[in-house]
């Protein structure tokens, strides 16, 4: 008969396997949402900095910061599909990138999502145009203190990068076989708030959102409550307030909207990472679509 097999043999393989299960990032609060997979949407070689530079076109945008101030110009790149099919339209996404990125090298801001899609597997997954704007430094794309738990008033008007980033968008379309049904919006951190701002402003121009460890103006939400959103934040997080993103959840389901919310136990400010590596991510955010007018 076998021999029981010691306690003390076992008991460190129990603590590790406890260990490695709470590590593993779920979504709690009981939201609809499913958490992120642990395996990557791809599995390419880290892109280098030449290649992205190659790979994104470099563009300027001339943006006027007042009735009568001089002109500015704005920095963006822009992927193209690997291969555009004649008489095809493809989707856009708009990356706003955090406060990290920001500057005047029209590089920087192509970290995390910029170079993810821009991989092999994801180009072939995924044929899309990605438009990524460089807020300027010192500059935010929303005018908010994103460390505060409190929402602040949005402003009547965009900031001046957000204008920039409006215009990136203009010019796209009329240069660009963009599909108009399929332009979605993504942000992490500043680019999270600026998502939630954007979005309000013109709800009428995405087919998704999905803002990433920001937060908004509660007041805004009737304007989006029909568009597809999915929100993810870290509970950890001590750069931007996880209460940011619940509190314009609840305002969104009590307004009658359905946004999927994945709230991250134990994950900080890098929410974006679990987000956009899963490709259930990338497939819902690609599977949106507006609606044909009139219905």
Not at 13 to 30: E, K
Request: with cysteine; net charge neutral; glycine share 6%.
């Amino acid at each position: 008969m076998p021999r029981p097999t010691p306690m003390k043999s076992w008991c460190p393989l129990l603590a590790l396997g406890i260990l490695l299960a709470a590590a593993v990032p779920t979504s709690t609060r009981g939201d609809d949402a499913a958490p992120p997979q642990e395996k990557p949407a791809v599995a390419d070689a880290s892109l280098t900095t030449d290649q992205l530079d190659k790979l994104y076109e470099a563009r300027t945008v001339r943006v006027a910061p007042a009735k009568d101030a001089e002109p500015v110009d704005f920095a963006y790149r822009l992927l193209k599909p690997a291969a555009i099919a004649p008489g095809t339209r493809y989707p856009l996404v708009i990356f706003l990138h955090g406060a990290g990125e920001r500057g005047n090298d029209n590089l920087n801001q192509l970290k995390y999502f910029p170079t993810w899609i821009a991989e092999p597997s994801a180009r072939k997954a995924h044929p899309c145009f990605v438009l990524a704007p460089q807020c300027r430094d010192e500059q935010k794309w929303v005018d908010v203190d994103g460390s505060k738990i409190e929402s602040t008033p949005q402003s009547p008007t965009p900031t001046v990068d957000m204008l920039a980033v409006i215009a990136a968008l203009e010019d796209t379309l009329k240069r660009e076989p963009i599909d108009p049904t399929r332009i979605s919006l993504t942000g992490l951190s500043m680019g999270g708030y600026g998502s939630w701002d954007l979005a309000a402003r013109m709800p009428e121009r995405f087919a998704a959102v999905l803002p990433i460890c920001g937060g908004g103006d509660e007041a805004t939400v009737a304007k989006i409550k029909d568009l597809p959103i999915w929100c993810f934040h870290g509970d950890a997080d001590t750069a931007v307030r996880v209460e940011r993103s619940r509190s314009m959840i609840e305002a969104l389901r009590a307004t009658g909207g359905t946004p999927k919310y994945s709230e991250l136990a134990g994950v900080g400010h890098d929410s974006w990472t679990p987000a956009y590596r899963d490709p259930d991510v990338l497939a819902w955010l690609f599977a949106q679509k507006k609606p044909a007018k009139g219905k």
